[in-house]
């Protein structure tokens, strides 16, 4: 029997199989979250950040307790059809994989944990001071170049412009002069 679950305890959860092949967990496997409990903790302000720092504790316990039991599953999927492998003992883990997930979803949902932002954790920039520094000297030296011609353009523009108008104005000026 040793031999049977030995790939399950490989992760350093402790649990068991009962004789009908039910999976029983250690009694620190459930941990009630503080914003769920009632009794001794109604003097305890729910919205405190004491109190969100340990839910989020228990729910990181939780979420690695879940690594767990998954390795563990996909250990079991992995090996099934070695001999030392019980299949009743991996759809048990499947089951109770199952019903921790459903525990998190729900304790995520009570606990205020679950509003928060899953973000990435941020990549530090792997290049150098010199390399940002030149980067950033050809990107303001393509910014003023680009400026640059816009202006030009813009006072070729208005030369052309103030150049049409002014002998228009002045052979309009004549024209209409010599017709009255």
Same mark, same amino acid.
Do not use: C
């Given at each position: ?12 959860? @402790? ?17 009630? #979250?503080?914003?769920?409990? @009632?009794?001794?903790?109604?003097? #305890?302000?729910?919205? @405190? ?43 048990? #883990? ?6 921790? #997930? ?25 290049? $150098? ?7 950033? $000297? ?31 104005? @002045? ?10």
């Amino acid at each position: 029997m040793a031999q049977q679950n030995s790939f399950y305890n490989a992760a350093g959860l @402790s649990f068991g199989f009962d004789v009908a092949g039910n999976l029983s967990l250690p009694s620190s496997y459930s941990q009630p #979250l503080l914003g769920s409990q @009632s009794g001794s903790l109604s003097n #305890l302000d729910l919205n @405190s950040p004491e109190v969100f720092k340990q839910n989020i504790q228990i729910i990181q316990n939780l979420v690695s307790r879940i690594q767990v039991l998954t390795r563990s599953a996909i250990a079991g999927i992995e090996q099934a059809y070695h001999q030392d492998v019980n299949p009743v003992q991996t759809a048990t #883990l499947i089951d109770t994989l199952k019903r921790s #997930l459903l525990e998190l979803v729900e304790a995520l949902r009570t606990s205020g944990v679950g509003a928060l932002p899953l973000e990435p954790p941020p990549v530090p920039d792997p290049r $150098t001071d010199e390399q940002l520094l030149a980067e950033a $000297t050809r990107t303001v030296q393509a910014l003023y170049e680009r400026q640059r011609r816009i202006q030009e353009g813009a006072s070729v523009v208005t030369n052309l412009l103030g150049a049409t108008d002014q002998p228009a104005s @002045s052979q309009g000026s004549q024209g209409a002069g010599g017709r009255r």
